[in-house]
């Protein structure tokens, strides 16, 4: 994992066109602002994994047998 430090109003560049702003810190909460394509999908983890796990549960494949095909294929499910 990266770790950087950003300022209030500071950015951060994902390839040549994503980027993220720190637009307000507040206790223990930040709020961000991403500049994205229109194309790329952005979700909250929560929400990313409870959509991962209704496509799995949906494709009727056991969780047991998806993770022995991932590494047979040499990915990994994080």
């Known amino acids: 994992m990266l770790v950087l430090e950003r300022k209030i109003k500071e950015s ?3 390839g040549d066109d994503i980027k993220i702003t720190i637009l307000e810190v507040q206790g223990n909460s930040v709020k961000i602002g991403i500049e994205a394509p229109k194309n790329v999908l952005i979700y909250r983890e929560e929400i990313f994994e409870a959509i991962k796990q209704e ?3 949906a494709s009727g494949v056991k969780q047991d047998k ?3 095909l991932l590494k047979k294929t040499g990915n990994k499910e994080e």
Do not use: R, V
Request: charged share 20%.
């Open 66 to 68: 998806l993770e022995k």
């Open 55 to 57: 496509n799995i549960a």
């Open 12 to 14: 951060l560049m994902i």
